[in-house]
Nanobody, 126 residues
């Protein structure tokens, strides 16, 4: 089992920045592929960014160049640095984890993940 707890959400003006954190416990964090997903009201959950055990990354087109995903295996923590935020980034952001088949493997579908945090609200005002 892996337990995930997000933090760092809040209210920010358009153009501002936030840094989300996801603290993991329970298993060997460094063996897990991790992802950030978001869900706005009335919309399906969508991928934001993913990172493999070896820190290979993938970003959704809507956030590429503005968001940065990273991980600190020594601290068992996943991060999402969000810059140049837009009102359309408003959503509940959740981190997810799954055991990776290979250290470079990334997973883009939410159905690929086994463990989820409770989510943190990000609201961007115009």
């Amino acid at each position: 089992q892996v337990q995930l707890v997000e933090s760092g959400g809040g209210l920010v003006q358009a153009g501002g920045s936030l840094r989300l954190s996801c603290a993991a416990s329970g298993r060997t964090f460094s063996d897990y592929a991790m992802g950030w997903f978001r869900q706005a009201p009335g919309q399906e959950r969508q991928l934001v960014a993913t990172i493999s055990p070896s820190s290979r990354t993938y970003y959704a087109d809507s956030v590429r160049g503005r968001f940065t995903i990273s991980r600190d295996n020594a601290k068992n923590t996943l991060y999402l640095q969000m810059d140049s935020l837009k009102p359309e980034d408003t959503a509940v952001y959740s981190c997810a984890a799954r055991a990776a088949q290979h250290h470079i493997t990334i997973y883009r579908s939410p159905q690929s993940y086994d463990y989820w945090g409770q989510g943190t609200q990000v609201t961007v005002s115009s």
